[in-house]
């Protein structure tokens, strides 16, 4: 077995909990996001929360979507979570093209984070504010175009709310950047979608990132559409995001080899062959499929714990 998953393994068959730790590691978990392709890391966290996991980490990274899953991961309702991938009347109202015609952004953060998580399917805010697993939702800065963890700026359940809408304001389709600390943001994924770099700064001696992309998918650079319209928004809105944006396949593709040579990362993927799931697909036979589909990878990448629970 991958040391990584060893290490989760041995933690989760020792009951071990944060700050009673004698490994002398440090293993974060670190979810991918993808806007709709998030529903694969959704039934990823589905997984590790069944299999008794999150305790075993010491701390949880999240890019865009994948900010919202390591949320639903840590307040212990991750169940409750993937329900809303599927859920056909959430999902028209979170993402619909339509709203451009009432001069609205194509994705209605507004709406996700106060309604469908506090009232429709409330997130338990307080428990992820007491978690002893570190919380840390990544943001691109609009002026710097730097990778920033926004878990300084979190103090109470309005900083997390703020931080999940600012960790997926996509550019177009959600909006302007996002204001927190005195700062404006945009989604993670332009700087850092993959939030393994941050981990490992910050200390991190070992990372399981939870993929969302599957194993037979290589980065190709952006459709030439996305080339022409979204730096045009960035220009207006967050010029210091540019570079950021230009050099995101060059990344992605050092970010592949990384994973594949680094000993500190190990990944868990959707199969080969598993449905593409674009970024605004709102078919819930779709989405239900991908949540299923990133559980049961989860459960392969930990057969020998599958076995014994």
């Not at 691109?140 to 175009?145: I, K, M, S, V, Y």
């Not at 997926?168 to 927190?180: E, Y």
């Not at 990372?207 to 045009?232: I, K, M, S």
């Not at 949540?291 to 930990?302: C, H, I, N, S, T």
């Amino acid at each position: 077995m991958d040391p990584v998953l060893e290490l989760l393994a041995a933690r989760i068959a020792e009951g071990s909990v944060p700050g009673e730790r004698t490994d002398g590691r440090r293993l974060a978990l670190a979810v991918e996001g993808g806007s709709s392709r998030g529903t694969y890391s959704s039934g990823m966290v589905l997984a590790l929360e069944e299999l008794g996991a999150p305790s075993a980490f010491d701390d949880v990274y999240g890019a865009s979507a994948g900010a919202l899953n390591a949320a639903w991961l840590l307040c212990g309702r991750s169940r409750t979570g993937v329900r809303t991938w599927w859920n056909p009347a959430v999902m028209r109202r979170i993402i619909n093209p339509l709203h451009t015609l009432r001069g609205r952004a194509v994705i209605d953060l507004e709406y996700l984070v106060h309604q469908v998580y506090s009232v429709l399917e409330p997130m338990d805010f307080p428990a992820i504010l007491a978690n002893p697993v570190g919380f840390h939702p990544l943001a691109t800065d609009a002026d710097t175009g730097e990778s920033t963890d926004l878990h300084p700026f979190i103090e109470d359940v309005d900083g997390i709310k703020t931080a999940l809408a600012a960790s997926s304001c996509m550019p177009v389709l959600a909006g302007p950047p996002i204001a927190m600390g005195g700062r404006r943001f945009v989604d993670a994924g332009i700087a850092e979608p993959l939030p393994f770099r941050t981990a490992l700064k910050q200390g991190a001696t070992d990372v399981l990132v939870l993929r969302t992309r599957r194993e037979d998918e290589h980065p190709v650079p952006p459709p030439r559409v996305q080339d022409v319209v979204v730096p045009r928004f960035l220009r207006r809105h967050a010029p210091g995001t540019i570079d950021a944006w230009r050099t995101q396949y060059h990344r992605d593709l050092e970010d592949e080899r990384q994973l594949r040579e680094d000993p500190r990362l190990a990944s868990v993927r959707p199969p080969a062959g598993a449905p593409d799931v674009v970024a605004l697909e709102r078919d819930p036979a779709v989405l239900r499929r991908a949540v299923e589909l990133g559980r049961g990878a989860v459960y392969a990448a930990l057969e020998g714990l599958r076995r014994a629970s």
